[in-house]
């Protein structure tokens, strides 16, 4: 578990890595010089006395540094939740193997129960490591050790909660990015507001470019930060869903295949 947990940090690590540069690159070449150009373009029409009607580009949308902040926290979030769904896409594959040879109608004794662990004990550590295994594992252990049906049905409960309850908190930094990035475009509203009050004497004696470029970054980080929230929310949720699923599926499953089959001394000798 120490193993999985240290390479999903350095996975973090450089996905977050891989996330400034992306990003960054498409400000640097992309998204920046056009939004200039732009801007250029519009006040060199107005200083003219031109009639200028402002349109909206998404360059000049996007061209902040919170905006790109924003951006590279959504990716980095896409990221994580990619590499966990995919955990996830494994532990239901895993669902679908053969990982008890039991055969329909066939009861479990305690003595039985050996036997069946070791195939799981020979399965590749990083599998044995996966939710259905482990449970399997643990309750054939149980079982073995206090013949009690009671106490392994506690068992499966235990790990599938101890498992939703980890998995929920593994999404800490999800909910922490989420959060993050609403903040960011709530800073680039402060900084604009600022900005603007700092060219009001500007705006006074008619120049006001400055002013309007300043309210833009204002409103622009604000908008694009919320709507990445959204964004970043709705996947979260649906990540948060397909994790519950795997723990319910990977209960039911452990039910139906090993603890129905479960039987004591007491129950073969009244048969």
């Known amino acids: 578990?120490?193993?999985?947990?240290?390479?999903?940090?350095?996975?973090?690590?450089?996905?977050?890595?891989?996330?400034?540069?992306?990003?960054?690159?498409?400000?640097?070449?992309?998204?920046?010089?056009?939004?200039?150009?732009?801007?250029?373009?519009?006040?060199?029409?107005?200083?003219?006395?031109?009639?200028?009607?402002?349109?909206?580009?998404?360059?000049?949308?996007?061209?902040?540094?919170?905006?790109?902040?924003?951006?590279?926290?959504?990716?980095?979030?896409?990221?994580?939740?990619?590499?966990?769904?995919?955990?996830?896409?494994?532990?239901k594959h895993m669902l679908s193997q053969t990982m008890l040879k039991i055969q329909p109608g066939a009861s479990i004794l305690p003595q039985d129960a050996r036997n069946?662990?070791?195939?799981?004990?020979?399965?590749?550590?990083?599998?044995?490591?996966?939710?259905?295994?482990?449970?399997?594992?643990?309750?054939?252990?149980?079982?073995?050790?206090?013949?009690?049906?009671?106490?392994?049905?506690?068992?499966?409960?235990?790990?599938c909660d101890s498992e939703t309850d980890k998995l929920d908190s593994e999404l800490a930094m999800i909910r922490y990015i989420a959060w993050a990035i609403p903040s960011i475009g709530f800073i680039g509203t402060v900084r604009g507001i600022g900005e603007a009050l700092g060219q009001a004497h500007e705006a006074v004696q008619g120049n006001i470019i400055g002013v309007t470029n300043s309210l833009g970054i204002a409103f622009n980080s604000t908008f694009v930060a919320l709507v990445i929230s959204i964004f970043i929310m709705f996947f979260s949720h649906q990540l948060q869903l397909m994790q519950d699923r795997l723990v319910q599926h990977t209960q039911d499953y452990c039910d139906n295949n090993l603890l129905n089959h479960l039987a004591n001394d007491t129950d073969e000798v009244s048969r």
């Open 1 to 91: 578990m120490k193993k999985a947990s240290g390479s999903e940090f350095f996975y973090q690590l450089f996905s977050l890595l891989f996330a400034i540069i992306v990003v960054h690159a498409v400000y640097v070449t992309v998204i920046r010089p056009n939004a200039v150009a732009i801007q250029s373009q519009q006040q060199a029409h107005q200083q003219a006395g031109e009639n200028v009607i402002a349109q909206r580009s998404l360059y000049v949308v996007l061209k902040d540094f919170e905006q790109e902040t924003c951006f590279i926290l959504m990716l980095w979030a896409l990221m994580i939740m990619s590499y966990k769904a995919r955990l996830s896409l494994l532990e």
């Open 116 to 159: 069946l662990c070791r195939p799981l004990q020979q399965l590749p550590p990083r599998q044995q490591q996966m939710l259905a295994p482990r449970t399997l594992l643990i309750a054939l252990q149980r079982f073995y050790a206090t013949s009690s049906i009671a106490a392994v049905a506690s068992a499966i409960k235990q790990i």
